[in-house]
């Protein structure tokens, strides 16, 4: 049998990427609002995302440092306000989902760009969006910086201390998917849908 397995030292960061989106799929996403000390809101989409503990309910994602090895703004935001609220869209935003992927400038409202209403999330400062059917309003615990160079990693571990949860999507036990239409991150341009699903039963 030929091993085919190489360093992980010898692939460059932009090959990595391109392994990991397309072999890891499909990821669930973030789509997160943060607010920088000046109260403007920030929303921006994160596929490097998942639950890390249920009691304590705890979420976590990963932006990564731009290829110049700069900070997004959640980033920057999160060091400023420690709070943000994780939203999970669906099928009927993922339009508006992608439009607040843009690179717009710090003082820019995604929420204004995308046409998304805002609503509070107390006892956080930053809002939700209206529109969304599922949103958890967390405060930050901690982040794991994992390097200072292009595309390096940073864990924000977010614990939730709030919840909204449209009741159209969830009846207190189970969350209809037909309603929420889930969607998952891809590779590249690429999602996925949740509308082919099987199920197996767990061995005793």
């Given at each position: ?44 989409p994160f596929s490097f995302f998942n639950v890390a503990s249920v009691a304590p ?108 949860a449209d009741p159209a999507v969830w009846n207190g036990r189970h969350v209809d998917l037909d309603v929420l239409k889930p969607i998952g991150r891809l ?18």
């Amino acid at each position: 049998m030929n091993d085919n397995a190489l360093s992980a030292d010898a692939w460059d960061a932009g090959t990595l990427y391109r392994l990991f989106t397309g072999s890891i799929a499909p990821r669930p996403i973030a789509w997160v609002s943060s607010a920088d000390a000046a109260s403007t809101a920030n929303l921006a989409p994160f596929s490097f995302f998942n639950v890390a503990s249920v009691a304590p309910p705890v979420l976590v994602f990963s932006p990564l440092l731009n290829g110049q090895a700069e900070a997004k703004d959640t980033l920057n935001n999160l060091t400023a306000v420690p709070e943000c609220v994780i939203h999970i869209g669906g099928e009927v935003l993922a339009e508006a989902l992608n439009v607040t992927s843009a690179s717009l400038a710090p003082e820019q409202d995604e929420f204004e760009h995308a046409g998304l209403a805002k609503v509070a999330m107390p006892p956080l400062q930053v809002p939700r969006i209206a529109e969304a059917p599922v949103a958890f309003g967390c405060r930050v615990r901690d982040i794991m910086r994992f390097g200072e160079g292009p595309m390096a990693g940073n864990l924000v571990i977010a614990e939730v201390v709030a919840i909204h949860a449209d009741p159209a999507v969830w009846n207190g036990r189970h969350v209809d998917l037909d309603v929420l239409k889930p969607i998952g991150r891809l590779a590249g341009s690429d999602y996925l849908r949740a509308s082919d699903r099987f199920a197996l039963s767990r061995p005793t």
